[in-house]
């Protein structure tokens, strides 16, 4: 487990979590409030893990003054149930249903996910594996206390920028400073692995699906503008050398999408037959993953102009051009 001091302002903590993305890193950042960047899973382990880490920066959880979000899944957010009532919570606003559990916004959503799934081509046994329940166990149940978005700057974190990066998740943000180049990334960019682009419901009278994996690019973009001098992320070691990271990202990317393409080309499928195909091991697994990587790859050819969809029975069965 890596303890290690990032900089001279922010200590990176690391936790257990009982997902398969193994750990998660949390952030402690010394600004003019003790702020925390992401909170674990929640677990009676990483709650004790955090503590015994915090006390070695010589605090308590009650030191902390408030609490930033990088995004809403649950090995970034579920220990915030441990904190006390009254410290603030601050995140994109587009993290609320999820940290909050809202059970309406859960039932609006259940018609968006039925005619997507038929779309998509799942059948009924793939679709009951796709148990989001199991996540939410490790989740909380908070509020925000105020929100964030595009070019804020944050109360108590002098010299940090909040910038939106969605792809991975619709919530995500990243806090940049420019004087030290110092990116705070939470999941949009990892030392080891590419983040899942994970399909999402539309919210905020969005009418259709979010495209997360073209979002994702976009966001990948945006960080290339940046001189990113050091990049502490939410798994993993941190980056130094991000922007020949993200160009390699973009090519192994490209990589899948025409591999996905070629399929295409054989036989024209719906997305859970490429799925099947591109996951034979771990779809019925991770079904949720497998499915909206698949996704991903389908909407970026789409883009690009080299597949179109023909819908037949609410089935859309993607062809090459
Ligand atoms: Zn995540």
């Known amino acids: 487990m890596s303890k290690l001091t990032t900089t001279k302002d922010v200590f990176k903590i ?9 750990d998660v890193n949390v952030y402690v950042v010394k600004g003019d409030a003790l702020t925390l960047i992401d909170a674990g899973a929640k677990t009676e382990e990483a709650w004790q893990s955090f503590k015994e880490q915090l006390a070695q ?15 809403h899944h649950p090995d970034h957010v579920g220990l915030l149930d441990y904190f006390s009532k009254d410290i603030p919570i601050i995140g994109h606003p587009k993290n609320q249903p999820w940290i909050s559990q809202d059970q309406q916004f859960f039932a609006q959503n259940e018609p968006f996910y039925k005619e997507l799934f038929t779309q998509l081509g799942l059948n009924p046994a793939f679709v009951a594996l796709i148990n989001m329940d199991e996540e939410f166990e490790y989740s909380c149940r908070r509020s925000l206390s105020s929100t964030i978005g595009e070019g804020d ?10 910038l939106e990066t969605p792809g991975h998740a619709q919530s995500h943000i990243v806090l940049y400073r420019e004087e ?9 960019i990892l030392a080891k692995i ?55 990202r973009f090519i192994s ?21 490429v799925c ?3 996951f034979p091991k771990v779809y019925l697994r991770q079904p949720l993953f497998t499915i909206s990587e698949t996704v991903g790859q389908l909407d970026f050819l789409e883009e690009l102009g080299e597949i179109k969809i023909e819908v037949v029975n609410g089935q859309h069965i993607y062809h090459s051009n």
């Open 194 to 248: 590419s983040p899942n682009p994970l399909l999402e419901p539309p919210q905020f009278g969005e009418t259709s699906r979010p495209r997360p994996l073209i979002q994702y690019n976009n966001s990948l973009r945006k960080l290339l503008t940046l001189d990113m001098s050091k990049v502490v992320t939410g798994h993993g070691d941190d980056i130094t050398n991000a922007h020949h990271l993200i160009q390699e």
């Open 180 to 188: 030290d180049g110092m990116l705070i990334a939470g999941d949009t």
């Open 57 to 71: 920066l010589g605090y308590t959880p009650s030191d902390i003054e408030q609490i930033v979000i990088t995004h």
């Open 253 to 273: 990317q490209k990589e899948r999408a025409y591999h996905v393409l070629k399929m295409i080309e054989e036989k024209p499928m719906t997305a859970f037959e």
């Open 14 to 22: 690391t936790l257990p979590t009982p997902f398969s993305v193994g």
């Open 153 to 162: 700057t944050l109360e108590g974190l002098p010299g940090f920028k909040v």
């Open 276 to 278: 099947s195909r591109l």
